[in-house]
């Protein structure tokens, strides 16, 4: 062979080693941003919340300011005077009478959790029911029964609460006439509002009449978005309506039914207006208190500014800690999908 060739063919061989060589050239580096791209980016951070500012200005205004001065008198001993008032520090006196309080283990306590627990798991579980009625009707009659019960949630709780009292009143009530004829009570002796069960039984009738509308709204918005098919699926395959609604409805729109417990919880932890206005929910029984009535009672009835405002400070840390939990569960939710 001649010597070109073999010097052709080795130049070959090399070009082809190179080629298949596993051994990959450096990749160039990224070129550093420059001021323009850097203010590009800033620009894309900063703008949302230039555009939300106003807003949380408003917010803190309105919310976070009146927090913060409930804190600050939650640690003095406030004295109301002619043209403003004058408050000693006294640390966290306030807190350590509250939490050593029998009162607030023994009744008030226990009246606020198991009250708001009872109304908020009736508001869901009729506000849910209502929402499947409705929707199994037709346009016409879905309107007027939405209107219809929209009715009770447009009612003011003050009008709401005198209505529910005048029921249940001592010899002339319509529940209590009711209840003489079966034979149950004595229309003339029997006081609803004196024992703590029966009082917040009257409550919780009450407050649920007053919040399942919402909720029956909001998850018919829900039950609307869910396509047929899928029940239609179920159906095929045997499930009953019990099944189809834990297997079809709840997972498609458990969001909507966190969001509706969340606030629920909420509002009915902080029922004031309710308890207040029903007989002895001022403060003249004191075993139907529960936070709201007792804070605005210790503020407002005794002047004791400062014990009122630890009050609500308990309230508030009680309410922001299950608000947190429900959110943590609606986020892994939202992560599982």
């Not at 009736?122 to 409705?134: E, I, K, M, Q, Y």
Request: proline share 6%.
């Amino acid at each position: 062979m001649p010597p070109e060739s073999v010097i052709e063919d080795s130049a070959h061989d090399d070009d082809v080693a190179a080629a298949t060589s596993p051994v990959k050239s450096p990749r160039p580096r990224a070129p550093r941003p420059g001021p323009t791209l850097r203010r590009k980016q800033l620009g894309r951070t900063t703008r949302p919340w230039l555009l939300l500012l106003p807003s949380l200005v408003v917010l803190a205004g309105l919310l976070l300011w009146p927090l913060v001065k409930v804190g600050i008198l939650s640690v003095q001993d406030y004295e109301v005077k002619f043209g403003g008032g004058v408050g000693t520090y006294t640390g966290f006196d306030h807190y350590k009478d509250l939490l050593t309080d029998g009162a607030l283990w023994r009744t008030v306590l226990p009246n606020t959790v198991f009250f708001a627990v009872a109304c908020v798991a009736l508001t869901v579980a009729l506000g849910t029911l209502a929402a499947l009625l409705l929707q199994r009707l037709g346009t016409t009659w879905r309107v007027i029964c939405s209107t219809a019960i929209m009715a009770a949630w447009a009612m003011p709780a003050v009008t709401g609460t005198y209505v529910w009292v005048w029921l249940f009143s001592a010899g002339d009530g319509m529940m209590s006439q009711l209840a003489g004829s079966l034979g149950l009570i004595d229309p003339e002796t029997t006081n609803w509002f004196t024992e703590r069960l029966s009082f917040y039984a009257i409550a919780t009738l009450n407050v649920v009449h007053h919040g399942f509308p919402f909720v029956a709204i909001t998850v018919l918005a829900g039950l609307m978005t869910i396509p047929k098919e899928l029940y239609e699926a179920g159906m095929i395959d045997g499930a009953n309506a019990w099944q189809r609604f834990w297997k079809i409805t709840v997972p498609t729109i458990k969001p909507i039914f966190l969001v509706v417990t969340i606030l629920s919880t909420i509002w009915d932890f902080k029922v004031f207006t309710q308890i207040y206005l029903m007989p002895g929910g001022a403060g003249s029984n004191e075993e139907v208190l529960n936070l709201g009535v007792w804070s605005y009672q210790q503020a407002f009835a005794l002047n004791d500014y400062g014990a009122g405002a630890a009050t609500a400070v308990l309230l508030t840390l009680l309410l922001l800690l299950i608000t947190i939990v429900y959110i943590r569960t609606l986020f892994k939710e939202s992560d599982e999908l």
